[in-house]
């Protein structure tokens, strides 16, 4: 048992670590605030360096990677918290024509709910009588559909790969600011108040990146649905954790904070949530 | 990333399992959990059967008197022996996990072979005499003295909430050689035998009704400077090393044995109708996340422990924060399953649910464990 990343896998992570660092950094992420919209030129790049292909067997064109290489890559999308339907497109890699080069946009129905559905060229599932929504994140159009989709266990095991890095991220912006922000001359991050969130942020991470990674690698239902729960909770709470330690700050538009809370948010809605895990986890014990 | 197991891996877990299957049954009834004398006779007549069996200190190194296993193979032992139900360690704890591995990394060869191989026959008790009345949390303000006297330190002083105490051979005890140095500075470690003449031993009763704990009285106790571990003065680093074992390693079985609680309460649920009560189902489902994640993170820690070689890190403080508050809602959750029956003492996991309370406190609370994780993990100022 080397339960590790290996130096393949570290290098992996650091590769789309730097795309995305070059190509949707915080700036990136605020002017896709002001003029929402898909990127088709970065979807493209990720669809060139393999990101939908990962899984892909190399004899259909694909990278011929598992499922823990795209738990790393997803982790990483969720930490720059790039907006799109990643997880539908990497999902119809080789079923749908241009989803695994990026030439093609693929949204699903997940839940009751379909992401980016007006921007996508294909749907997958079944989306008639679609209603849109005022999406809560600024960076995920929503519609609402009747008939709600059953969870595939890769779709809810990315999400929680998507969430995990949010969650890291929200940690890491706490951790930041409360180094660097003072009052009472020193600063916040010495008060203990403050300290213990920025603890609890980190343990939830942890615990969360350790039930992800094991289910990349297991691929056992029972490991998702735990990934997934402690992923949502890891990412929500996190976001909450890091707004608080914010202070005034936190509450306005421009702090990148609430982006973070509202994409977990609707992470949270995706086929696979809190009750659907917990009924399965359940019915395990019964095993 | 690898979760599977080698053969030799898989091999070692096979023959524990017919061993288990084998010994097992042929042990006596589980004494009360509050008759100590008992518990010792039985936690360490499981101890020599493990020796016996070529189990004991299995990943204490082979120069300390152990098997020198992978951390991969005693987390194997510890997955196995609580899986099928085998004894705790009980009254072993504070020697096997605490002492023994504190002397094996810094004792003087003397020492290990005078404790070691007796703590691994399961001859000896230890407790730990580290907290004192107003040294609790704030441990490195502990007061009790120790002066050199010829080839003897003599001490004077009184612990607190010392564990086993009343059945201990030998104390692993905490003194202030040097009251003028800073605080963190003249603190020595000493191995006591609790029969030395001037200890009083003083028992108290915890919530769950047992005398699990004691106060111990040092009255001019005469300890051999032989009897020290590490330099005179430098039993601060000595005592990190230790209580990095204590949250490093101390707590990864029993999180195997939440799992089978779990599973006996869906079961108990079951069998009184609470199971269809989607709230209650929904909840032991979360827990069965919670301590599946547990288990994940237990092995993370022991593969980065195995690539770095030896010495947890302060990685454990983030497990320990996690279990001892998970292990509370475990036991609430049973509360919820047995209904008023939560209320009556001899019904099972009522005096756990009651013991569950100590995880928070003890071995540093976790308002402690908070400011270890963000101080040494994140980098935050010291500072209130
Ligand atoms: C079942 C059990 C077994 C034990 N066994 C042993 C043993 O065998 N040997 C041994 O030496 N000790 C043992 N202990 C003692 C244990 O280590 C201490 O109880 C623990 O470290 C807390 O110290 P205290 O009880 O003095 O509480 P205090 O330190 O007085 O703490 C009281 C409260 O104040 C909080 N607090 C204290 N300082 C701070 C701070 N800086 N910031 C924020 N909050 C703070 C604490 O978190 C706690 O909530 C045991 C305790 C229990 C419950």
Redesign the pocket.
């Known amino acids: 048992m080397r339960f590790q990343l290996t130096k393949d896998q570290r290098a992996l992570r650091d590769g789309v670590r730097q795309l995305l660092a070059r190509r949707f950094d915080r700036e990136a992420l605020r002017t896709a605030v002001q003029r929402p919209g898909l990127d088709r030129a970065l979807w493209r790049e990720l669809g060139e360096v393999g990101f939908f292909a990962l899984r892909l067997p190399e004899t259909d064109g694909g990278v011929g990677l598992g499922l823990p290489e795209a738990v790393l890559a997803f982790e990483e999308a969720g930490r720059a918290l790039l907006p799109g339907p990643l997880v539908a497109t990497h999902l119809a890699a080789g079923t749908v024509p241009g989803a695994a080069t990026g030439e093609t946009v693929v949204a699903a129905v997940s839940g009751g709910l379909v992401e980016w559905l007006t921007e996508a060229d294909v749907v997958v599932g079944d989306a008639s009588g679609a209603v849109p929504l005022r999406s809560v994140d600024p960076l995920t159009p929503l519609h609402r559909v009747p008939a709600a989709a059953a969870p595939d266990p890769v779709a809810v095991l990315l999400t929680a790969a998507e969430q995990l890095g949010t969650a890291t991220r929200a940690c890491d912006l706490a951790v930041q600011h409360a180094r660097v922000r003072e009052q009472f001359g020193q600063p916040v991050g010495a008060f ?1 108040a403050v300290k213990h969130l920025c603890a609890e942020l980190l343990v939830r991470v942890e615990v969360a990146r350790a039930a992800v990674y094991a289910a990349a690698v297991t691929a056992d239902p029972a490991d998702i649905a735990a990934a997934r729960l402690l992923a949502d909770e890891a990412a929500v709470r996190g976001a909450r954790d890091c707004l608080q330690v914010h202070g005034g700050m936190g509450f306005t538009w421009e702090s990148e904070v609430h982006l973070l809370l509202k994409r977990a948010w609707v992470r949270t809605r995706r086929a696979g949530a809190d009750t659907e895990s917990e009924e399965l986890l359940a019915a395990e014990l019964m095993a | 990333m690898d979760l599977s197991c080698t053969p030799e891996e898989e091999q070692f877990r096979a023959r524990l399992r017919q061993w288990l299957g084998d010994v097992l049954p042929t042990l006596p009834p589980k004494p009360s959990p509050d008759d100590w004398p008992a518990r010792r006779v039985y936690d360490l007549g499981w101890q020599r059967l493990l020796y016996d069996a070529g189990y004991a200190g299995l990943h204490w190194p082979a120069d300390a008197g152990g098997r020198g296993a992978t951390p991969t193979q005693h987390l194997i032992f510890l997955e196995e022996t609580e899986r099928a139900g085998a004894p705790y360690v009980g009254a072993g704890f ?1 020697g096997l996990l605490h002492a023994g591995p504190t002397i094996a990394a810094e004792g003087s060869a003397e020492q290990r072979a005078r404790w070691l191989p007796p703590i691994l026959r399961g001859e000896q008790v230890w ?13 490195a303000a502990l007061r009790t003295r120790a002066w050199r006297d010829g080839d003897d330190y003599v001490v004077s002083g009184s ?7 009343e059945v201990a051979d030998w104390c692993e005890l ?1 003194v202030r050689t040097d009251p003028s140095a800073p605080k963190h500075r003249g603190i020595t470690w000493l191995a006591m035998p609790m029969d030395a003449p001037g200890i009083t031993v003083r028992p108290l009763r ?1 919530l769950a009704g047992s005398a ?2 004691a106060e111990v009285f040092l009255d001019e106790v005469r300890v051999p400077v032989a009897n020290r571990v590490g330099e005179e003065n430098d039993g601060w680093r000595v005592t990190m090393v230790t209580l990095s074992f204590e949250r490093g390693t101390a707590f990864v079985g029993e999180v195997v044995a939440c799992r089978r609680v779990l599973g006996e309460l869906a079961r108990e649920a079951r069998k009184n109708g609470r199971w269809d009560d989607p709230l209650l189902r929904r909840r032991l489902g979360r827990l069965n996340a919670e301590f599946r994640a547990l288990w994940r993170l237990t092995q993370w820690n022991v593969s980065e422990a195995e690539a770095s070689g030896g010495v947890p890190g302060v990685g454990g403080s983030v497990f320990k924060l996690r279990y001892s508050h998970a292990r509370q809602e475990l036991y609430d959750a049973a509360a919820c399953v047995l209904g008023d029956e939560a209320l009556d003492l001899d019904r099972p996991w009522v005096l756990d649910r009651l ?1 569950s309370l ?1 995880y928070t ?8 464990q ?2 270890i994780v963000a101080e040494r993990i994140l980098g935050l100022p010291k500072g ?1």
Request: proline content about 3%; glycine content about 8%; overall charge negative.
């Open positions: 203990q | 504070v407790c730990q005499g580290f907290s004192e009345p107003d040294a609790g949390s704030d441990l612990k607190i909430w010392t564990s086993h105490a905490l915890t699990e704990f013991s100590s406190i003890a071995a540093g609370t976790s308002q402690i908070r400011d209130r």
